[in-house]
């Protein structure tokens, strides 16, 4: 497993340019399914999780190529909606596939996702959504079954606004009969990207970024090409990265309008944020302040894929922060790994009390998922020392290298990989 070694206590200066999100581009390639022919989707950047989703779709049957952040798809030769199991195991986010597939093929055979590190990751809402449009869903330990021979418009409520069913159910609508209405639907940007990639289509979808979105049904879509939105957690990582080492960073090919809530965040700590446009610029050269209360909750509210992040920043802040993590009940897993380096956090349920220290001090830690280990590279960019941060597979799930991303700032981040006789090499 790789590692990688950061040389803290630098300040990050420079720009940066931020790749396509990650989450906009998984519902994307899947909701290509929905269609028969070459469709071209620019800026998914090269990451673990999409190469998962381009072999899971290669399984089925579909040619996909990736160069240079351009997926080239040919869904003509799809002949299959059996996901494996192994592949599925590999990545939770294969679920988005279940309503294209239902859609196209009256049939999909997945497995249980199962949880990860953060949290249990039901997907019972996905399923209560199909079966509200006549699917029929049979489950048999993790296997799971669905029929349907044409899916019908349906009124669907999400008992809480879950990202992936309503992803999940607005695909399977597309070319369901009729009309089909989600309240209290999840509003993440990566769900309006979803709505305008599939209306560009000729899909009939409305209300994405609202709290209730309508799919008229429509009997086929015509191919296209299309650039997903910038990622707005790793510009809201590479902000944190900024002010947690004191610098002064230009991030170009942002959606500003998508970081309300951290930008809001920030300042309140005193960092300054300036916005123009696709740039943000972040800049600070004194500690942060503490503050008081911060809640994740669902979109447009503070993002649960930042707070291990900001949490690096309040640990090294004046007076005392509290976070409370409200959409995933596994989510602190980085607190001890952050205690290692000297920080002075205690969880109680879901909320973290962080008592700001002067400094943060360099060691060898580990990522236990994607976004905390993010949260540890930041930690060490900002201690005093030397940081290994192990199992960085995690990270590279949704980071283009992100040693290289971060060097472009001045980071001193060195990546290291296990040779087969288990020496380890730069
Ligand atoms: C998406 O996951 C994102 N992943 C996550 O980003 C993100 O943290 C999450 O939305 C919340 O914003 C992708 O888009 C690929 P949910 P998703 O369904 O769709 C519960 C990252 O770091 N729930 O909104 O799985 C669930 O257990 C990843 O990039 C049910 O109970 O999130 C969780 O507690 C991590 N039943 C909560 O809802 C269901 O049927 C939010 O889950 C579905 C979800």
Known sequence: MDKLVIEGGKPLSG??????????????????????GIVTIDQVPKLLDIDVMLNILRELGCRAEHEDE?????TSSLHSSHIPEALMRQMRSSIFLMGPLLARFGEVTIYQPGGCAIGERKIDLHLSGLRAMGAQIDEEDSRIVCYAKRLKGAEIHLDLPSVGATENIMMAAVLAEGLTTISNAAREPEIQDLQHFLNSMGAKIYGAGTDTITIEGVEK???CRYQVIPDRIVTGTVMVAAAATRGQVTL??????HLTSLIHVLRRTGVQITVDGDIIKVGTASR???VDRIVTSPYPAFPTDLQSQVMVLLALADGVSVMKETIFEGRFKHVDELSRMGADIRVDLNSAFIRGVSRLYGATVEATDLRAGAALVIAGLAAQGKTIVEQVHHIDRGYDRIETMLGRLGAKITRYSPVPNNQIVP
């Open 288 to 290: 942060p302040k503490a």
């Open 70 to 74: 351009t997926v080239t798809l040919d």
């Open 221 to 223: 879509l015509t191919p």
């Open 252 to 257: 170009l090919n942002t959606c500003p309008s």
């Open 15 to 36: 720009s940066i340019v931020i790749q396509g999100a990650k989450n906009a581009a998984l519902p994307i390639l899947a909701a290509s399914m929905l269609v028969e």
